[in-house]
């Protein structure tokens, strides 16, 4: 029997969240791109002018996973949002349910403050991921591409 847990994220668990962090990023094949450190991570998820918030999920006690998160505001609903900035449970603990527990987890957050919608973003080559967030109800949204200003773009836009 596995016992899961989904508990708010803690500053002392900033160097947990940081060794989740760069798991993600090797599973993504992208870890040349993390640059946070364990001092940021304290600063922006613990810090007081934070605009995130973190959960942790355990099984039978032991870190497996984690989630980072933050509210948006769609103009059309005129509510707010949340959006998943990241979702990971570590490879030999996938399938006891730890990712659904987090997904549901957020999701009576999500109610709780009567957001409008619980987005968040998939690589298309991660098949197991879509597979599995379809088959927790959610859906692509066919018609949107995501854009992103970072590093030298968005400080060259900055001086304009």
């Not at 769609?74 to 349910?97: A, C, H, I, Q």
């Not at 919608?117 to 591409?145: C, H």
Request: aromatic share 12%; with cysteine.
């Amino acid at each position: 029997m596995h016992q899961i847990e989904i508990r708010d994220a803690r500053v002392e668990d900033s160097a947990l969240i940081l060794r989740f962090i760069k798991e993600l990023a090797e599973y993504e094949k992208e870890p040349q791109a993390v640059v946070a450190t364990e001092a940021s991570i304290e600063t922006s998820i613990f810090g007081a002018d934070s605009t995130v918030d973190a959960v942790i999920c355990l099984i039978n006690g032991e870190p497996v996973g984690f989630a980072v998160y933050f509210y948006n505001y769609s103009t059309w609903m005129g509510r707010n949002g949340m959006y998943l900035e990241d979702l990971y449970v570590s490879p030999e603990y996938r399938k006891f349910g730890a990712g659904k527990a987090i997904l549901k987890h957020l999701a009576k957050i999500a109610v709780a403050k009567e957001c409008g919608r619980f987005e968040w973003s998939v690589l298309d080559w991660n098949e197991p991921a879509i597979q599995f967030y379809k088959s927790i109800g959610a859906r692509p949204m066919d018609g949107w591409t995501v854009y992103r200003l970072a590093g030298k773009e968005l400080a060259a836009l900055a001086e304009i």
